[in-house]
């Protein structure tokens, strides 16, 4: 479609939409039209959600979790262990393991993995935070709920360097990941296998 067929105002909505993970600019085209033509229906409820969200929404400053509220829903449940902490990557990996209904306990969100190649090193991620939160209130265990690619394997492993001797157990999950998975994408009966099959590092 020639930038010219539509107004500057669709062709920056198609260039934003495009930005999204999966989506390029033919299956971006294919969204806005979707939405255009369902403005009331869609796109105006959609467009008031999405400035809903990014008014309200902002990272828990205890786990990194996203939510409206600060802590977190999770870190605000008077029912979960305090003495489990499960770090994961990122949020779909909190939210995934939520979504399963195995784990009670309390989590961290790291903000990603190390990762030489894309020049992402401990201090770009909330390892500190989570070695300073160990050391104020000491868990019993903390699980290493990382993917088990190879970056996730190293950031695991530096992770477990890092919290030595300041928790009792260290341990990640085991049988029923994957090599090269990723935890969003698992069924709730592998992540249950995962989680229960977990091992000392």
Partial sequence: MSK???GPE????IELIARLPGLGPRSARRAALFLLKRKDSLLRPLAAALGEAADKI???RQCGNLDTLQPCGVCQAPD???GLICVVEDVPDLWALERAGIFRG????LGGVMSALDGVGPE?????LLVQRVQDSPPREVILALNATVDGQTTAHYVADRLEGSVESVSRLAHGVPVGGELDYLDEGTLAT???SRRGV
């Fill in 4 to 6: 010219h067929a539509a």
């Fill in 10 to 13: 669709i062709q920056r909505m």
């Fill in 58 to 60: 902002e990272r828990c």
């Fill in 80 to 82: 979960r262990d305090e």
């Fill in 106 to 109: 309390r989590y961290h969100v």
């Fill in 124 to 128: 770009d991620l909330t390892i500190g």
């Fill in 194 to 196: 995962a989680l229960r």
